[in-house]
C-alpha cells in the first residue's frame, strides 16, 4: 500500500515538473509589457536591442532586460502611459524592420536571377527554368561557399607545390580580445607563369611574440601547406625588431636554418 502511495506521489511530482518545464517553452504575452520583448519564430526578442534569446525562459528574458536595459526600464516605468506608447512604437519598428528584410531578400533574389540569366543565355527558357529552380536557401549558399572554399586552398596548395620560389609578407598583430595573430602572404609565380598573390593563413600566436615565436607559427603554416623553406626567396616584414634582429628575429632565425 505505502509502495504504491509512493509511486503515485513520484509520478504527481514528475508530472508537476514537466508542466513547470512546458510552462517554460512557451513565450508569455506579458513579458512584452513587462520586459519589452515580442515572440518571432517561439523564440523571445527583444524590442530595444533586437537580440533574439534562445529559450523562452522569464529568467533570461527578466535578466536581459534588467541588465541590459537598465536605463530604458528607468526612464520608462511599468504601468506608465508612455511606456505603452513607447512599447508600441518599438512594436511597430520591429515590424517594418521584418517587413524590409523580406522585400529586400526577394529584391535581392530577383536581381540575382536576372543577373545570372543576362551572363548565360536570356532567351533560352531552359536555361531560365533551371536558374530559377537553384535553391538559394541560407544552407545551401553556406555549402556552396564552403566547396568554392576548400577548391581555391587546394589550388593554392597546388599552386605553391609546383611553383620554383616563392616569398612571404608576413605581419602580426593583437584582436579585439588583445589575442597576438600573424597574416602570412605568399606570392609565387604559377607554371603558366603568372604571379599570384593570396593569403596563406592567419596563425595564432603564443602570449608571447618573440621572434622564435613567430618562426615556429611560420613553420607550422607553411608545414600545415606542405610548403618547404627552401623555396623561399625573400620575406617582407613591418621591421619590428621581433621580425628583423640579425640573430633572434624572424629574419635572422629563417636565415640561421639549417
Ligand atoms: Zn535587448
Request: hydrophobic share 35%; with cysteine.
Amino acid at each position: 500500500m505505502d509502495k504504491v502511495k509512493l509511486n503515485t506521489s513520484l509520478v504527481c511530482k514528475i508530472t508537476r515538473k514537466r508542466k513547470i518545464k512546458d510552462k517554460n517553452k512557451i513565450f508569455h504575452n506579458g513579458w512584452t509589457e513587462k520586459y519589452a520583448f515580442i515572440k518571432r519564430n517561439n523564440k523571445p526578442i527583444c524590442l530595444i536591442c533586437n537580440i533574439e534569446l534562445a529559450h523562452n525562459k522569464t529568467c533570461n528574458v527578466k535578466r536581459h532586460y534588467e541588465t541590459i536595459h537598465k536605463k530604458f526600464s528607468e526612464e520608462y516605468l511599468l504601468s506608465l502611459n508612455y511606456r505603452k506608447n513607447k512599447i508600441e512604437l518599438l512594436k511597430t519598428k520591429n515590424k517594418n524592420q521584418q517587413l524590409n528584410i523580406s522585400s529586400y531578400s526577394q529584391e535581392s533574389i530577383n536581381t540575382t536571377e536576372a543577373n545570372v540569366l543576362s551572363v548565360l543565355d536570356p532567351s533560352n527558357s531552359k536555361i531560365q527554368r533551371l536558374v530559377s529552380q537553384i535553391s538559394i536557401s541560407r544552407h545551401t549558399i553556406e555549402r556552396r561557399i564552403s566547396d568554392i572554399s576548400i577548391d581555391v586552398e587546394q589550388q593554392l596548395l597546388n599552386d605553391l607545390k609546383n611553383c620554383e620560389a616563392f616569398s612571404l609578407a608576413v605581419d602580426e598583430s593583437t584582436d579585439i580580445e588583445d589575442k597576438p595573430q600573424m597574416a602570412v602572404f605568399v606570392r609565387y609565380v604559377t607554371s603558366g607563369v603568372i604571379v599570384k598573390e593570396e593569403l596563406l593563413d592567419f596563425v595564432k600566436l603564443k602570449d608571447t611574440t618573440r621572434g622564435v615565436d613567430i618562426k615556429e607559427a611560420l613553420n607550422n603554416a607553411l608545414l600545415k601547406a606542405n610548403v618547404t623553406i627552401n623555396k623561399l626567396v625573400s620575406v617582407a616584414t613591418d621591421g619590428a625588431s621581433a621580425m628583423a634582429r640579425k640573430y633572434l628575429g624572424l629574419i635572422g632565425l629563417i636565415k640561421s636554418d639549417p
